[in-house]
């Protein structure tokens, strides 16, 4: 499975909801940290895990796929703000998910 496309993040003041930043981020800035087939009763899905670190404002994006007979059957997202300082606000929907076209192979996440 492959992301393309961007997302945009908006970076607001905590406390006054004031606009301080916003920007692009490509697709290719994610990170693939985890993947792994599982199997559902003789069905195999695909999963992954990507994930974005921003290091200046103190946020991740993690992006979690799955896909079963090379359809993508989850995209989840979720933000891990860790500075309170700041909200983080993102607009996904120039962000992509491609299923994979190879056969799955068997590991350990059964």
């Known amino acids: 499975m492959k992301l393309t496309g961007s997302m945009t993040v908006h970076v607001s003041h905590y406390s006054t909801d004031e606009l301080i930043e916003s920007f692009d981020v490509e697709a290719r800035e994610f990170g693939l940290e985890e ?38 059957t989850e995209f989840d997202l979720s933000i891990r703000n860790d500075n309170g300082v700041c909200r983080i606000a993102v607009d996904t929907d120039y962000l992509t998910a491609h299923p994979s076209s190879s056969d799955y192979e068997d590991d350990e996440w059964f």
Do not use: A
């Open 35 to 72: 993947t792994g087939v599982r199997n559902y009763d003789g069905e195999k899905g695909y999963r992954g895990l990507y994930i974005y670190f921003n290091q200046e404002y103190g946020f991740d994006v993690l992006v979690e796929l799955e896909e079963m007979n090379h359809r993508i």
